[in-house]
């Protein structure tokens, strides 16, 4: 099992900064990649950024140059910073970890963290 926790949300101006935080816990050896997702209200789950074990990451368009992951492998947490806050960025943000191990991919969510973007 892996557990995720989520910190840094919050409420922001647009043009303003957040940083979101997510440790990750428990079969951490598992992990191949980290990620955040985020979901609107009436919307489906999107793909934000993403970082794999190798190092390689990809954002979603809408995002590029202005947000970036990053990790911190020895303490097994993931970053967000997210620049340039517009309000189409409010959403609830959650970590995600994929994991492999006996033969099996795993799939792990965070709580989620509310990020919200005013006008």
């Known amino acids: 099992q892996v557990q995720l926790v989520e910190s840094g949300g919050g409420l922001v101006q647009a043009g303003g900064s957040l940083r979101l935080s997510c440790a990750a816990s428990g079969s951490t050896w598992s992990i191949h990649a980290l990620g955040w997702y985020r979901q609107a209200p009436g919307k489906q789950r999107e793909l934000v950024a993403a970082?794999?074990?190798?190092?390689?990451?990809n954002y979603a368009d809408s995002v590029k140059g202005r947000f970036t992951i990053s990790r911190d492998n020895a303490k097994n947490t993931v970053y967000l910073q997210m620049n340039s806050l517009k309000p189409e960025d409010t959403a609830v943000y959650y970590c995600?970890?994929?994991?492999?191990?006996?033969?099996?991919?795993?799939?792990?969510w965070g709580q989620g963290t509310q990020v919200t973007v005013s006008s």
């Open positions: 995600n970890a994929k994991a492999y191990r006996s033969g099996r991919s795993y799939d792990y």
């Open positions: 970082s794999n074990i190798g190092g390689s990451t």
